[in-house]
């Protein structure tokens, strides 16, 4: 498998602007996440799906931010408007509890650069 | 509020001598606990996990510490190599919850 692929890999818009960003998980895996790097915080989850439903939201930051994922294989994070302190490393991962296993390691993506200018 | 801390934004070692990273958790219903690494433009990648029934898990060189009684764990590499200089993550779950709770990360540079 090729991994977690996400697009575009750096993404400079200017502010006001919408943003979308895309994620396609590793085959077969059923939970999916975004997550966004910054210095200050670290990783930071935004949201996550299990079979295309979201589940937790409360991370996104404001309703400026919204995920979709309409199919088993793609999802989408959305800004709009973007402003200047949504520059950020975003990362989509997935995983799956189909092992059995009580916990399993999410896979990442390698992310994408947003700058906002 | 951060329920994984990671206190020390970084850390410097000689080549070949043991790198201690720290990590204090907040939450009591954690039971699952992870360290990932990061090189640069790439994303985090999974190194080790230790689940709360245990206090101890090895894997080559590296050895993750659990100490539940004080909401610390910690990650030992011996020996430290050039290959290990990157950001590590602590992270943490719920058993049963897919949702990793993370840190700030830990820079570590290993010298020649």
């Known amino acids: 498998d090729a991994g977690v692929i996400q697009s575009p890999r750096h993404e400079v818009t200017e502010m006001g602007q919408e943003v979308t960003l895309r994620c396609k998980p590793i085959?077969?895996?059923?939970?999916l996440f975004w997550y966004r790097q910054t210095m200050m915080r670290g990783l930071e989850l935004l949201i996550y799906?299990?079979?295309?439903?979201?589940?937790?939201d409360s991370g996104m930051p404001e309703d400026r931010f919204s995920a979709k994922m309409p199919n088993a294989s793609f999802s989408t994070l959305k800004i709009q408007p973007s402003e200047p302190r949504d520059s950020a490393v975003y990362f989509c991962?997935?995983?799956?509890?189909?092992?059995?296993?009580?916990?399993?390691?999410?896979?990442f993506g390698q992310g994408t650069r947003l700058t906002v200018v | 509020d951060q329920q994984v801390k990671q206190n020390s934004p970084s850390l410097s070692v000689q080549e070949g001598r043991i790198s201690i990273l720290n990590c204090d958790y907040t939450?009591?219903?954690?039971?699952?606990f992870l360290w990932y690494k990061k090189y640069p433009a790439e994303g985090p990648t999974f190194l080790i996990s230790?689940?709360?029934?245990?206090d101890k898990n090895e894997d080559g060189r590296f050895t993750v510490f659990l100490n539940k009684s004080a909401k610390h764990l910690s990650l030992h590499i011996v020996p430290s190599q050039p290959g290990d200089s990157a950001v590590y993550f602590c992270?943490?779950?719920?058993?049963?919850?897919?949702?990793?709770?993370f840190g700030a990360g830990t820079t570590v540079t290993v010298r020649a």
């Open positions: 085959s077969g895996h059923d939970y």
């Open positions: 799906f299990n079979n295309n439903v979201p589940i937790d």
């Open positions: 991962a997935s995983s799956t509890d189909k092992t059995g296993a009580p916990n399993t390691e999410a896979f």
């Open positions: 992270a943490a779950s719920d058993i049963g919850d897919y949702k990793l709770s």
């Open positions: 230790i689940s709360s029934i245990k």
């Open positions: 939450n009591s219903m954690f039971d699952y």
